[in-house]
């Protein structure tokens, strides 16, 4: 009912920036929460930001002070915007959402997008 459809990845130096967007399509009337994961080989999935329809933001703190997370107003497009990259960074990136009314939501994914940080 939901697909998800990250975008934005690639190849950056350490120290750059980079801007992930996540375009969310289908059934989306009762979205309510959007949050981006990263992975890494050989390492556990691990939640980096999330927002909610009513614009509440959290961030890890792993990478609080240099990723900021942002929607726009219809709720179908989260952004996460990357600076000051580090390597440990590295990863996929995947997109989540929530749909639905608590405290029955149904979580989809993104087919998420790879971030490699190196020189």
């Known amino acids: 009912q939901v697909q998800l459809v990250e975008s934005g990845g690639g190849l950056v130096q350490p120290g750059g920036s980079l801007r992930l967007s996540c375009a969310a399509s289908g059934s989306i009337s009762t979205l309510v929460f959007m949050a981006w994961y990263r992975q890494a080989p050989g390492k556990e999935r691990e939640l980096v930001a999330s927002i909610t329809r009513s614009d509440n933001r959290r961030i890890a703190d792993s990478v609080k002070g240099r990723f900021s997370i942002s929607r726009n107003d219809a709720m179908n497009t989260a952004y996460l915007q990357m600076s000051t990259l580090i390597p440990e960074d590295t990863g996929v990136y995947y997109c989540?959402?929530?749909?639905?009314?608590?405290?029955?939501?149904?979580?989809?994914w993104g087919q998420g997008t790879q971030v490699t940080v190196s020189s």
């Open positions: 989540n959402a929530k749909v639905g009314a608590y405290p029955d939501y149904v979580d989809y």
